[in-house]
């Protein structure tokens, strides 16, 4: 008995020591690795629509409760001025959830431009949609709130061809994304003016 | 136990270098060695885990109790996995995304738990240091060596640089599965051969 | 963090907690050395031994089927560690060694012209090979392939030899064997292994009761090596010098010479020879013996059956006791037989050698009166082993009996043996047919007595004993009165015998033993002039070690008086006694004496190992032959003349107690050798080659 | 229904556990040398892998994830799946001694058998739900079965040939895996 409580003993120190400096090394390293995995997921959407900006918008973001959920925005700073975000939303496509950046000009509401993050589209069709910049600059301009539709449900935006379901998939994404960005409009502003470049 | 330090260090680059001598451990080297940069951060990592396993089981040896030493020894293990895991997620995400699920499975890899408990249970912590280093840094060399083979013959390049002519046509099984199983076995007969006196 | 902390705080409580309750509940018991073995490994569970896990090498290792150092990731200090712990235990600590049992060659005929591939595990998986013989060599030396030690070779005759010094018992060729024809073992598991159906016999071992390896011994002698002739027959027999002596040798019944050939090959004369040349050399040959194992055992008893059983449990490393009632150590070979035909100095020089190995005995002490059951487990004995003996001579139940003169068979040649001064008188009878109431005849003559009758109650063809003593016996000048079945014992005004009045009978219908059962014939009263009468008709145990008030009363006997044991292991009813010899089977010879001790030392290690004490898989027990090896012809065998066995001229042995055979000569000895067939199961070798089988 | 039939064939043939995702191989390599073995470690893994998915799926999705302390995923499977095999055991070993002796034997070999802690890893990693983790273990667990017994068919065969000296027991054995992992790139046309 003694040799059974030594054994569970050495078992529940041990194990709990361990959970003690990993849990440690976690709270040192937690904010390098969410920086690591959204420069490494979200970096190169973002990178491709924020490709003239001064600072790190990977670095410099904030983040916002929307409904029930966390949500990381962005910042992109033009000559020394926090001028726009992006956050992510997601949307059903051909192949599963669907994530697109959207970046949103914070003084115009204009939609500053649109990418995928994640995705699992038919390779060669839906799959496009990582390098068709022809239809995603369709979505650069026009204002973020109000519903996005592709052209065969009535709306303004040319699908890709054979990619319907890819493509109205984008534009509910977006359309969500305004929905967010209407709630929290006035946070977002506030917010970004922390970020000075 | 008449080595020395520097006998222990280099029995595990030439006597007992796994996989070859010590046949363990071979998923992570079919699996991650399909390019040298994976191969040798598969080996630093596992390095890494061997060296501090080693030290750790060779401090506490005295301490723990021998019917529950091997569940000691994995949360000893397992503790400096996650150790490694969150590190390479904070300083090389781009590995961490390529080895994937190798990573948590290192704590599966009988090289480390054989090594704490064949050698590190019984000796004094420089010893323990030293093997674990030479067993590491041999384990390191095999799989370098073999995910050089596989990279160079399989896409013609190595580390990014062309080494065959591009006139070249590469064996593109040999970075899949079955070139993975007959590189392994044909570099095995090669050392059979080398290693016969 | 405090999550974390919590977490795997529970974690590790729950799986401690769990596992720790899980090993109480779920407690199956197991040997402690597998634990102590599978501490050692590595506990990486790799599988790279080719065995299920680290507890499974421990198992293997722990029952001998896997060497110490199975585990290819534990350095040598653990691998020495592991060896240790099993080194205190017969079995792996010894070296293992490769023996080929196969010695046919390319005896045994084809079935079939094989042209495949060049390799036993190929030949074997068509039909289990083309040779006629199911367990022979097969020659394509896969075991050679094997040897990573250069110790394995195919010798001329096409099975494989073994260069002893270079095999370390690594056992790789006796796992690429498709037969069993390369065995690894070590020496203990040699000494105890039983005969079975698979193994390579040859008629004559197959009737062994001792299943001593003949064609092996035999082959050492016409080679000239006489050394490894005795540690051959040591395997199996530590009694050669007397059992060269005395043995009615079964073995020379089923010899395949004596099928075509006039006589058999003498064996057992062979056997004395060997045992001679070691004796008369002074030099004891040393006897190997594996490592200490720390158990006791108590050996009650020291004849045959105690000294073989004592002598095999002491090679396999456990400590032995011999107690024993008689001033002298020998039981039978000593109190029972006469001194002409096993000298004492010849007995002590052998008994001598057997006590050498280590083994402490008491003389004069008695079970029931000096010690008893309760005395030998409080002294420490783990197991005891009861060779007792059959030395209450069976009374004749006739009046008179009792009278001076009297005496029984036992009684007389023990007293004898013990050169104790026996009272008779001028004129002799001896009642019965056995090999005692020979041996009390030849003894009567050598003492002097002037008239010897022998007196049986049917006729010599009946007659139970050898039939060379008989004959020694009728040469010594015995008169032999058959059909005559003690009446009454006449006495004379002294209480003393004046003579031995008998029926004459006759023989009727054959009985259940299929003897011609003898049947009185009326008014035939006929009287014998003798003054000293002895009967010798039978013995059974004295029972005297039942002591009242121990578990000896427990202990199982039959109607016979003999201990109750299972004859294969040769255990009885209370676990920790075993029994074999004439206590165990009545009365015997001494060659089934010496194999049931080496059966009861077989099952006592068992017993002291903690395995089950089971028969040995497959064995052959009880002198059960293989019925393909039994030939009706053997051809190929021409007739060679028996080199006869030198005696003593009657004149002179008659007057002595000096031993009256003599051994063979050595030049006759190697001649006698080669008349061997060199037998296995189906192969031997003719004398033509041509013919050959 | 259909996602399951999908689920089913990629995880037993295209992704097989062994031949395509390079796990589980010190076993596949160490008990493929005798038939018996191979159907007993199959039988034991099947077991084990199924019992350890439910579980390990269990915590992560109550505990892991509810406590936000998924770096601690590695540690959590690992004590849990060697204590379940090591609980397995001793119950087996005296419960069910019959059972023990044609499966339990293997068990301990389980413990560091990659394949059981790597498809624990990869039902978290693919977001499975309980009922697709159940699936997709069972149907890994028939895949590493699978390829064993038919690899020890194979090697069985094997012993036969003339190897040369070199390339004998583990290094053709390799060789061997590749020529039947080879033949299971074949069923990538499948779905």
Redesign the interface.
Known sequence: MREMIKMVVVLVVLSSLSGGVLGALKNATEERIDNQVLKFVKGPAIESIFKEADNDPVADRFSLTVGEQEKNFFVAVYDGNPKAVAFETFASGFGGDMGVMVAVDVETDEIIGVSVTTHNETPGIGATIETNEDFKKQFSGKPIIGDHKVKDDGGEITAMSGATVTSRATCKAVSRAGDIYEQVKSQIRDQVKNFTG | ?AKTIGQEFVKGLWEEIPPFR???????T??VTKSVENGIGMGVATTFVLVCANMLVSILSG??????????????I??F???V???M???A??LF?NL??FI??I????IV???S???AS?NKLVPSLADGLGIGLGYTLSLTVISAVRESLGTGKLMGAQVFPSSFEPFA?MV???????????L???M??IG?K | MIEAILFTLGLGGVCGVALSVASKVFYVYEDPRIAKVEGLLAGANCGGCGYAGCSSAAVAVVNGDAPPNVCILVGPENVSAIAAIMGSEAGTAEPLKSYNNCQGGHRATDRFVYQGLNQCSAVSALYGGKRDCQIGCLGFGDCVNACKFDALRIGPNGYPIVDKNKCVGCGACERVCPKSIIEVRTMSQRLLHLNTEDDALAPCQQTCPAEIDIPRYVTHIREGEYDSAVDTIRERNPLLLACGRVCPHPCEEFCRRSIEDEEAVSINQLKRFAADMEMNTGKRLPISKAPDTGKQVAVVGGGPAGLSCAYFLRRVGHNVTIFEAMPKLGGMLRYGIPEYRLPKAVLDWEIEGILNLGIDHHTNVKMGLDFDLGSLVGGGFDAIFMGVGAWKDYKLKIPGENLTGCFTGINFLSAIGNQEKVDIGKRAAVIGGGNTAIDCVRTLIRMGVEKVYLVYRRTRKEMPANDVEIVAAEHEGVEFVFLAAPNKVIEDENNSVAGLEYLQMELGEPDASGRRRPVPVEGSETVLDVDTIITAIGQSPDTAFRTPGTRMEELNLTRWDTIDVNPDTCQSNVPYIFAAGDGATGPALVVDAIGGGRRAARGIDLFLKGKPVTAQNRALLSQRHIPESIFTSVPGVGKTKRKPMPELPVQERIHSFIEADLVLAEPDALEEAGRCLNCCRLCYNPDNPRNAA | MGDYTVLIISSILINNIVLAQYLGICPFIGTSKKMETATGMAGAVVFVMTLAAIITWTIDTYFLKTLDIEFLRTIAFILVIASLVQFVEMFLKKSIPALYAGLGIFLPLITTNCAVMGVCLINIKEEYNFLQALTSSISYAIGFGLALVLFAGVRERVILGRVPRPLQDTSIGLVTAGMLALAFIGFRGLV
């Not at chain 2, 010590?22 to 992570?28: H, I, R, S, T």
């Open positions: 136990m010590l046949v363990l451990g071979l998923c992570p079919l699996a301490v723990i109790p021998s019917k529950i030493r091997i569940a000691c020894f994995i949360i000893i397992a503790t996995v996650t150790v895991e969150l590190m997620q904070a300083y995400y781009q995304l994937g699920i948590p499975l704590v599966v890899n009988c738990l054989g090594r408990e064949a050698f019984k099984f899949e599965a079955p070139g993975a199983f007959i590189c392994l076995g044909l095995l007969c090669i059979n051969i016969k």
